[in-house]
């Protein structure tokens, strides 16, 4: 089955993640993963000029290596065939400087801007090294910058934590053209003050996932569920969990998701590789085939490529 992995990250920041990296973990899968696509990390920034202008220095050092995929020197995959960057959207209209200068670094591979949102009451939940405000998708400065994107034909990935989803959902409403991308299902939380709370937190999850599903607009990754936040601690274990053992406690979580979104609006993503520290890369798509396993070959197609290709406009 063709797969497009349309969320990883690519750094050199102490650990090292770069071409070499992300081709083993595709070549030792076994998976037939076609295509991926980058979304922000900081990484790379450039160090001198306008501090607004930085985030351009990760647009071309990922077109760089996009470049290097493109030449087929380094497998049939193409790598990072999207881009979704950072641009300061409190800027307002002068963003647009920002946005054209990543389309100029990243050309037809850029498509959207990502911004991380992630706010809780309680501050030991830590998913960034940034702190971010409350209600940030709210600003109406914010929302100034973020209406620009349109005009670009740019979509707009978020970080966010499950209780902060109908913040997504209002600017989905309030902007019907852009599309919005919730990364990481919306993350409903399981650390700090929600350790023993999993059920509560579901059913609010839920709720606020169906609402923004709601919205035509918007899309829905679905990964990232080994990371910290989550709470069901694989980072602990003394062997990590097979494919089985994770499609079992994901699945109401997935379900839900493409029954709010349908299926051709929810996509597979690895978060690599920052869920690297949990399983390989072959076990989670093992995993997210268990959880196909009952949709039709359109409903898969879609799930695992087509969803992807539709919401980053990949030909």
């Keep these: 089955m063709p797969i497009t992995d349309p969320h990883h990250h690519l750094w050199d920041r102490g650990s090292r993640y770069l071409l070499e990296e992300l081709k083993a973990d595709i070549d030792g899968s076994g998976h037939n993963v076609i295509a991926t696509g980058f979304v922000q990390c900081d990484s790379m920034y450039r160090a001198d000029g306008d501090p607004k202008f930085a985030p351009i220095g990760e647009t071309e050092f990922v077109n760089g290596i996009a470049a290097m995929s493109a ?33 100029n670094a990243g050309g037809d591979r850029f498509k959207g801007v990502r911004q991380c949102s992630v706010w809780d009451a309680d501050s030991t939940i830590k998913s960034t090294p940034m702190d971010f405000p409350k209600g940030l998708l709210l600003d109406a400065k914010f929302r100034s ?20 989803i109908p913040e997504l959902a209002d600017l989905a409403q309030k902007f019907p053209d852009t599309t919005v991308v919730i990364d990481h299902i919306g993350a409903p939380l399981g650390i700090g003050a929600y350790a023993f709370r999993r059920d509560d937190v579901f059913a609010e999850w839920r709720k606020n996932i169906q609402e923004l599903g709601k919205n035509p607009n918007a899309y ?26 994770l499609a079992e406690i994901w699945r109401p979580y997935v379900e839900t ?15 690599f590789p920052v869920d690297k520290r949990y399983y390989s890369y072959g076990v989670m798509w093992n ?23 539709r919401a980053y406009r990949l030909n």
């Design 71 to 103: 030449s087929g020197l380094y497998g049939p995959a193409r790598l990072c065939a999207s881009i979704v960057s950072y641009a300061d959207l409190f800027l307002g209209p002068e963003v647009d400087a920002v946005l054209e200068a990543h389309l």
């Design 145 to 164: 910058g973020f209406a620009r994107l349109q005009r670009y034909g740019l979509s707009f990935d978020s970080w966010i934590y499950h209780h902060q």
């Design 220 to 245: 829905v990754k679905l990964g990232g569920m080994g990371m910290h936040v989550f709470g069901y601690d694989f980072e602990k274990r003394s062997a990590p969990p097979g494919s089985q053992e």
């Design 257 to 271: 998701c493409i029954e709010a979104f349908g299926p051709e609006r929810a996509m597979f993503e690895s978060n």
């Design 287 to 309: 995993a997210f085939k268990r959880l196909a396993a009952g949709y039709s070959q359109s409903e898969k197609e879609a799930l695992f490529r087509g969803s992807a290709r």
